[in-house]
Structures are given as C-alpha cells and as structure tokens.
C-alpha cells in the first residue's frame, strides 16, 4: 500500500470515527462506525498483505474464512442486540486480553477478542439504530467529545510527514479507531446500578485471575510469552512476572487499576463483612502487583489512591502527605531495583528511560512546532542517537512522546483533552464528595441506587488519574483502550439527564 493511501485512509477513517462520536442521531453515528470500521480494516489489510501469501494463493480457503468470520460476527452482534446488557459486560471482559501475532515483519500482542466485540457491538448497533432511530442516550459533554475527535484526526494528519508512516497506520487501524469506536458504543449505555457493579465485578474477576498466576509463576519460578523478560529475570536478583500479559508493566497498569476501584468501594463501605471481604481483594490484587515490579504502577496506583482520599476525607490534607508517600514509594523503588552496585544509579533502575526521555527532548527541541510526524519517535531517535538495534525505541514518557511527534501542535491538543477529561469527569463533584465539602454521607448506601452512580463517578475520577501517571511514566496515550473506556462510563454518568 502506498503512502499515500496510508495517509489519505487513516484521515478517512478518523473523520469517520469523529463523526460516530459527535453524531446526535443514532443512525448519522451507526453509519460512520461502521464506515470507520471498515477503513480501518482495509488499512490494516493492506499492511499485512505481502504476508497473506497463504491465503492469496488459496482463494477457496479465504473465501470460507471471509464467510465464516462474517457468520460469527452477525450472531454475536445479533445476539448483542436482543441483550443489550451482553455488550458492555462484554467490552469490559476483553479489555486486557491480548493475542500475539506478526505484523508487517513485527510481533505485536493485538487485543483480538476486543476487535470483534467492537465489531459486533458496532453492527448491533447500527441495526438497532435503523429500527429505532429517535432513542436518545445520556453521553459525555461534547467538550469532551469534541477534544477526542480533534486529537485522532490530528494524529492521522501529522502521519503525512512522519518517519513512519507504516506505524502510524497501524496505530489508526489497530488502535484509534476501533477504541473511538468503543468508546461510542459504551458512551450510548444506559449505565443503571445493577450494571456498573456487573461491570466492576468482570474488572476485578479477571484482576484476581491475573494476579493469582502472576503470584503462582513468581512461586515457581516461570513465566510466559516474553523472552526477553525471561533473560532480564537472569541477571537480576529481583524476579518480575508478567501473568498472562506480555509486558509487566501492562499487567501492573490493569491492576493497579483494579486496586483503585476496588479501594474506591472499600473506603466508602460501612457494612464489616464487606469491609473484609474489599480488603482481602485489594490484597491479592496488590500482591500480584508486587510480583510484576512495574514502578510506574506503584506510583499509579498512589495517585488514584491520593485522588480517592482527597475526596473522601480531605484535599488539603491528602496534598500535604502526598509529597512524603511519594518519596517513600521513589525510596522502595530505587532499593528494590538496584540488582548490584553498578545499577544502584537512577538510569539503571529506571531501565533507561532517562536517556530515552533525554533523547526526546532534543527531538521535540529540532522540530518544536509540528514535531517528526506521527509514530516517528523511534525512527528519529534510532537516527538522532545512531543507534542500530531493530529493537523499537518508545520514550516511556507520554508528554516527552507527544512534543516529540506532534510538536506543541500536538501538545496544546493533548494538554485540551486532559482538561476536557477532567472538566467532564470533575462536573457536580462538589455535591458528592465529602473532600469537597459535600455532607459525610451524600452518597449513601454504595450498593444500590444513586449511591452506586455517585460511587463509580469517585472511582473513576481516581483510576483515570491512575491510568494518565502510569502513561506519563510509561507509555499507552490514547491507545490503552482503558482510558477509552473510563472516559466513556465516566463522561457517560456524568452527562446523565
């Protein structure tokens, strides 16, 4: 596939998607999901076709394949349709799970069972949308909205110059669009009581799954997928476990989440048997972050905890001791992560990231209006430091990422979003959370009711501010498709009518 139509398809297929977000009308929005979802579909066909060889030669085979895969996807989606409550439990339950495949001559771990839930979900929709047009749904401000929408099209625009207009593409196909897609579908959810807490209950099913086999390889001594975790295992005295995730620090970002959530429920709740049972959850999920060594998901999993006792105690006090639990953390970190009196120095125990994050400042300072393109960060910075590993180089530092691929164009962009993130998901909490001065009990019985709508609004404010400190110390802006999905519950409850 040229270049061209890379470029030309990615900008299609994000104006598309841009549209299913901002449409008023259910059927102007169904269309453009689909269509944006089919574009991308041909984006990400185009790159792998050279290594489709098996299947181009065959076109019986590929033809019985075309016809299944598309069976499947009209009874999953019919069945999405008669059961509503299926599709967003559905999206929740796929978030994490990752299938590797090889892509264009690159391993990638692609979140499968998510894309054809998305797909489903989409053409579900867009069936329903055509029989009854007029149902009107509560969903995010169009702040919010509006600042999503500008930062994918952006991000599709700035892959015209980039120097890798391939990555870029595969960052629309595989990541932007159908998370722009979910976000859509879960913004339109009529998100009842009964139904947040079905949702927290698949999260933190599967966060206790996760940790229980990250804590059983951490006992026996293996792990699975990664390599190159595995030879990192052997030179250090530390033992990191990654679950069934590929990359520990994913799997540390999932459960700190997890951790947030739950803490969120355990520190409101009054009932003792549920007080125990919360604490014996958040327990076991944190030791399965222990064992992962992820230092970005401690200091994640500070912050979400920081926002939850700011608004259930005090935001006064919770700034004052912040500082001191944030260096005792820092302090753990740079003991546990020192292997040996040469990597006791803050390079080695931040694997590095000083120099990448280094490396990204001088490429920003080269290019600061519109930065290197899209995707660039690891071609220029192979190039700027002459580097010649094939090993893809990513800054672990969100903002340094951004400055250095989209210049301050892309900063402002990215700087307006977290604002209208906030804007929306702060809205009416002054009426809700003691820490902000509403009464000691505004929220009443967490369980039920107005209080379980209350309640998810606190924990999703305090994960989301989990999941941006773990993006601006690792990596995963706009295409963790966690983010999406808070932003959508979140902006979805607090839009409601």
């Given amino acids: 596939m040229s270049e061209a139509l890379q470029v030309s398809g990615s900008v299609a297929a994000t104006a598309a998607v841009a549209v299913a977000i901002l449409a008023p009308g259910r059927r102007l929005g169904a269309a453009a999901m689909i269509g944006a979802l089919g574009i991308a579909a041909a984006l990400i066909l185009g790159e792998g076709w050279a290594e489709l060889e098996s299947l181009r030669d065959r076109p019986a085979l590929a033809a019985a394949l075309t016809l ?10 019919e069945a999405l349709r008669r059961v509503p409550i299926l599709l967003p439990l559905l999206l929740v339950a796929a978030l994490p799970f990752r299938v590797p495949i090889d892509v264009n001559g690159t391993d990638a771990n692609l979140l499968l069972p998510l894309y054809a839930v998305i797909g489903a979900g989409a053409v579900g929709f867009a069936l329903d949308a055509w029989r009854r047009p007029g149902v009107g749904e509560d969903r995010p401000s169009l702040l919010l909205r509006g600042a999503l929408a500008v930062a994918i099209i952006l991000y599709a625009l700035q892959a015209a110059y980039s120097e890798d207009i391939g990555f870029a ?7 932007l669009v159908p998370f722009a897609a979910m976000f859509a579908l879960l913004a339109r959810v009529e998100w009842t009581p009964r139904l947040l807490v079905a949702a927290l209950g698949v999260l933190v099913g599967e966060a ?3 940790a229980a ?8 001594g293996e792990i699975f997928w990664n390599s190159l975790l595995e030879r990192s295992n052997d030179f250090h005295f530390y033992f990191r476990v990654n679950s069934l995730f590929w990359d520990p620090n994913i799997y540390g970002r999932y459960l700190a989440l997890a951790a947030v959530l739950v803490m969120t429920l355990l520190v409101w709740t009054r009932e003792p048997r549920r007080i125990l049972q919360l604490a014996a959850i958040v327990a076991v999920v944190f ?30 006090w919770t700034v004052i001791a912040l500082p001191f639990a944030t260096a005792a953390v820092l302090a753990a970190v740079v003991v546990i992560g020192g292997t040996s009196e040469a990597e006791d120095d803050p390079e080695e125990v931040t694997s590095g990231r000083s120099t990448l994050i280094g490396g990204g400042i001088d490429l920003a300072r080269a290019e600061p209006l519109i930065g290197h393109g899209s995707a660039s960060f690891p071609e220029a910075f ?8 094939n090993r893809p180089a990513i800054s672990h530092n969100e903002p340094v990422t951004v400055a250095a691929e989209q210049g301050a164009v892309g900063v402002v962009v990215y700087l307006a979003l977290l604002a209208a993130a906030f804007s929306t998901l702060l809205g009416g909490m002054r009426r809700i959370a003691p820490g902000l001065g509403a009464p000691e009990r505004a929220i009443g019985d967490p369980a039920e009711g107005a209080g379980a709508v209350a309640l998810a609004r606190i924990a999703i404010l305090a994960g989301f501010v989990a999941l941006l400190v773990h993006t601006v110390g690792y990596a995963g802006y706009l295409t963790d498709p966690l983010a999406w999905a808070l932003l959508a519950i979140g902006g979805s409850l ?4």
């Fill in 494 to 497: 607090a839009g409601r009518r």
């Fill in 213 to 220: 086999v990250g804590i059983g390889q951490h006992l026996v």
């Fill in 287 to 316: 030791a399965g972050l222990v064992f992962g060594f992820s230092q970005t998901s401690f200091l994640a999993l500070l912050a979400g905890v920081a926002v939850i006792c700011a608004l259930r105690w005090s935001v006064r």
């Fill in 68 to 77: 299944a895969g598309a069976t499947a996807l009209a009874a999953l989606a």
């Fill in 382 to 389: 192979r190039e700027q430091e002459r580097v010649k590993s």
């Fill in 208 to 210: 206790l799954l996760f």
């Fill in 169 to 175: 593409t595969r960052n629309v196909g595989f990541f």
